[in-house]
């Protein structure tokens, strides 16, 4: 397992950008694949984007061509960089890191999570 700590939420304006990042303790960052995914009151976690220890992404239909996840392994991060926001995506943001296989989509195959930051977005 991994120590993640996102940072980077905040209250921002609806067509407004915020960069997540999360940062990763250890030695082997470059072996997980990380991710990302939010999640709001009542419902499931949500997958959002994914990135390999390659640098291979992956998004939600939902973000793409708005979000963009990158990492750079030498400073042990990943980030999220929001741009376009909208109401919708008001949600607690959590970074999430595996080193097993299986669908990048699944929260249940990852085993190491962040405490979650919020973002809100005001319309």
């Known amino acids: 397992q991994v120590q993640l700590v996102e940072s980077g939420g905040g209250l921002v304006q609806a067509g407004g950008s915020l960069r997540l990042s999360c940062a990763a303790s250890?030695?082997?960052?470059?072996?997980?694949?990380m991710a990302w995914f939010r999640q709001v009151p009542r419902k499931e976690r949500e997958f959002v984007a994914f990135?390999?220890?390659?640098?291979?992404?992956y998004y939600a239909d939902f973000v793409k061509d708005r979000f963009t996840i990158s990492r750079d392994n030498a400073k042990n991060t990943v980030w999220l960089q929001m741009n376009g926001l909208r109401a919708d995506d008001t949600a607690v943001y959590y970074c999430?890191?595996?080193?097993?296989?299986?669908?990048?989509?699944?929260?249940?195959?990852?085993?190491?999570w962040g405490q979650g930051t919020q973002v809100t977005v005001s319309s």
């Open positions: 990135v390999s220890g390659g640098g291979i992404t």
């Open positions: 250890g030695r082997t960052f470059s072996s997980f694949a």
């Open positions: 999430a890191a595996r080193t097993s296989s299986g669908r990048y989509d699944d929260s249940s195959s990852y085993n190491s």
